[in-house]
């Protein structure tokens, strides 16, 4: 707990402008910090200590302002079809069939196929940084992110691609 707390305090004042410039708002910004500091905390146990802390913290923050503008965009009649209730039930139905796959996927791929899989799709990493993360070119892991998505489309059911 107190070394989360120091890296609370040493990352809190970037995190807070990094926000600040994204939503332009001041309260919102905080609100967004608290959130992303409490999934950091949540989650501290998915951090890999091989890579950036400030990468993965900066991650959840980017994440937390997209989907904060994400929920304030104008809802339409042709979103209205795709709407799925969400409740704790179906949440929890869906982590238990993310964390199911990403198993699967960890039996069937390399270890660099998995890693750059996880890097961009499960820390939301664009193509530089999961490069940069992982020490290889970024055709390297565009190679590696084909054949781990190849790989898993031959191997997974065709029920769990829909």
């Known amino acids: 707990m107190e070394s989360f707390e120091q890296l609370v305090f040493r990352f809190e004042g970037q995190l807070f402008h990094f926000l600040l410039k994204k939503t332009g708002d001041h309260h919102l910004s905080?609100?967004?910090?608290?959130?992303?500091f409490v999934i950091a905390y949540r989650k501290l146990h998915r951090f890999n200590p091989k890579y950036a802390f400030s990468t993965w913290i900066y991650t959840i923050a980017?994440?937390?302002?997209?989907?904060?503008?994400r929920r304030q965009r104008p809802f339409d009649s042709e979103d209205a079809d795709r709407v799925v209730e969400e409740t704790p039930d179906t949440e929890m139905l869906a982590a238990e069939q993310a964390e199911q796959l990403w198993a699967k996927a960890r039996r069937l791929l390399t270890d660099a196929q998995y890693d750059a899989l996880w890097f961009?799709?499960?820390?939301d990493r664009n193509l530089e940084q999961t490069a940069r993360v992982m020490d290889?070119?970024?055709?390297?892991?565009?190679?590696l992110l084909h054949r781990a998505r190849n790989k898993l489309a031959d191997e997974l059911p065709k029920e769990t691609q829909d």
């Open 136 to 143: 290889r070119s970024a055709g390297s892991v565009k190679v």
């Open 62 to 69: 980017n994440r937390q302002a997209i989907n904060h503008f």
């Open 30 to 36: 905080q609100d967004l910090l608290q959130t992303t």
């Open 120 to 123: 961009f799709y499960g820390e």
